[in-house]
């Protein structure tokens, strides 16, 4: 029989005491045999993130999907994802973490049928949003699982490291995955692989995976998950439809507004309740905080680079799905090596300088991706490939240990769903604000080209659209018509793709300055209390007292 935890947490001036079931031990063979089904588990989610991005150009055909439906396929499955993080998080902690995780499973694989025979643009996106539901249980539960399973610092730095690099991995392994099943099936294919693996890992979870849960943790938070999902669909509403409607259109800018709005009342309803999803305190430290933030802005650059790049390789050179995802496949294989084995240079550097030395290398990578024109090939960019994959393994595995090493036990699932969380949020802004950009570009260089041009509104629709739309039309008119529509509509896209990425940079360049500044080099190997107060180990008292590493 293991022990409990006393812990003492300060509420209004008192001192209250509550038990926290400590974790049982956990033998080293099964530990690690969790970590694989939670590491499959994970792929699946992590992949799904990706591996639609080789099947885009194939949508614009098949559904007849345009730019701005691309990038609500993508990010209506983060949206929902990152929207709901928190609150499964907390519901985790509540009823058990294994209980969560099995029931994502279950939505999931659900979700992802449900997608793979959607039949118009519309049920696509409604059916991505549902996968979001499922992932939203399986993700935060994984990461605070494997928290409790591995509870002696340097494994579960180690595991961590492993669990970071199938996350990068699954992100950008999920081009070749895709590419391949689009070699072979129809597109559908690249949702249904989903639903075998789903289904294994909820067998193997069963038998394999031990439960744990904080029986003290706080009750629901329904207002809270709706705000923050609202605001952010809002918000990324109006990011997304700006170059269709264009960037002063008063419903996009009312949009933003809202979700701005919207936004700031969740974070003021957090405080104010007594039973938040997101624990603000937990950000008053910095080692929380800015690791929080740097990850963000790392998986902002990754999804935001693999949207417009699939579709450049695809679209500008010529390339089929499985030889766009052979093509981008380098970046797996760095992260893959990089990841896990980053925790040994954090050894010797500390976290301060080998997040914020990561973040700079991807900020390099981006602005070589970024000199890229309409007559470059591939080896023009595969540098740059490479230096955004290992900049990402190098900084992201660090800087999710300083997250998950500054939480309490008890309050690993509402941890790992705020990582999680900002995972997400990152990449949706990736692929909106990203995407945006470019598609403003596209259509400012194509709008003045077509302007004196006669022709219907459905041929102006598909041209403006997409890239693919326009490579359509022109070889549907042939000739040297054709021809120059073909060479304007790929400059226009090669230019919004260069000032995209080029903004992308700026942005990580920004980030990588403030964690070079503010986090905390080294960890004091303790595990933060619910309010930031060090547990030295799980048996101790946790005060609640705020102190930063």
Not at 427 to 450: C, F, H, K
Request: hydrophobic content about 55%.
């Amino acid at each position: 029989m293991h022990a409990p935890v006393v812990a003492l947490t300060a509420s209004s001036g008192d001192m209250r005491a509550h038990v926290v079931a400590a974790p049982a031990p956990t033998s080293g063979s099964r530990a690690w045999g969790v970590l694989a089904v939670l590491c499959v588990s994970l792929l699946i989610v992590s992949l799904d993130n990706t591996v639609l991005n080789v099947a885009l150009p194939t949508l614009v055909r098949d559904l007849h999907a345009t730019d701005t439906q691309l990038q609500w396929i993508v990010d209506a499955y983060a949206i929902v994802f990152a929207g709901l993080l928190l609150a499964v998080g907390s519901l985790g902690d509540r009823v058990g973490r294994k209980r969560v995780f099995m029931a994502g499973l279950v939505l999931f694989a659900a979700g992802s049928a449900s997608s793979a025979f959607s039949s118009s643009p519309a049920e696509l996106i409604a059916a991505r949003a549902f996968m979001g539901v499922g992932a939203a249980g399986i993700m935060p539960s994984t990461l605070s699982i494997l928290t409790n399973v591995f509870t002696e610092e340097e494994r579960r730095a180690r595991a961590i490291g492993i669990w970071s690099g199938t996350t990068g991995l699954g992100i950008a392994v999920g081009p070749i995955v895709g590419g391949w099943l689009l070699a072979h099936y129809w597109w559908g294919s690249v949702f249904l692989i989903n639903v075998p693996i789903a289904a294994a890992g909820l067998l193997a979870a069963a038998w394999l995976v031990p439960d744990s849960r904080n029986p003290d943790a706080r009750r629901p938070d329904p207002a809270g998950a709706l705000a923050s999902t609202v605001g952010l669909a809002l918000l990324l509403w109006g990011i997304i439809e700006a170059p269709s409607r264009s960037w002063s259109s008063p419903l996009v800018i009312a949009a933003m507004c809202g979700g701005i709005a919207v936004l700031a009342g969740f974070v003021a309803w957090e405080r104010a309740t007594d039973h938040p999803m997101l624990q603000l305190q937990l950000f008053r430290s910095r080692r929380f905080s800015v690791a929080i933030a740097s990850m963000s802005l790392v998986i902002l650059a990754l999804m935001g680079a693999l949207f417009m790049l699939t579709q450049y390789l695809q679209f500008s050179l010529g390339y089929s799905a499985l030889q766009t995802g052979l093509r981008i496949g380098p970046i797996a294989a760095v992260i893959l090596v990089v990841a896990p084995s980053s925790s040994l240079v954090v050894r010797r550097l500390g976290t301060k300088l080998v997040v914020a030395a990561g973040m700079a290398i991807v900020v390099a990578g981006m602005l070589m991706v970024a000199r890229t024109s309409v007559h470059g090939d591939y080896m023009d960019d595969f540098p740059g490939f490479m230096l955004i994959g290992f900049g990402m393994g190098l900084a992201f595995a660090p800087a999710t240990e300083s997250v998950m090493g500054a939480l309490p036990l008890a309050e690993t699932g509402v941890g790992s769903a705020t990582n999680s969380a900002a995972i997400q949020v990152g990449g949706a802004l990736g692929v909106g604000l990203l995407g945006s950009l470019l598609n403003t570009r596209y259509q400012g260089r194509l709008a003045p080209l077509l302007a004196h041009q006669r022709m219907p509104a459905s041929v102006h629709h598909l041209i403006v659209g997409s890239l693919g739309g326009a490579l359509g039309v022109a070889q549907a008119v042939g000739g040297p018509l054709g021809s120059a529509l073909a060479g304007a509509a790929r400059a226009a896209f090669v230019d919004g793709l260069d000032l995209a990425l080029l903004v992308g940079a700026c942005v990580i360049a920004a980030g990588a300055l403030v964690a070079l500044a503010l986090l905390p080099s080294r960890s004091d190997g303790a595990v933060k209390g619910t309010n930031g107060s060090s547990k030295r180990t799980p048996a101790l008292v946790a005060l609640d007292q705020e102190v930063d590493p």
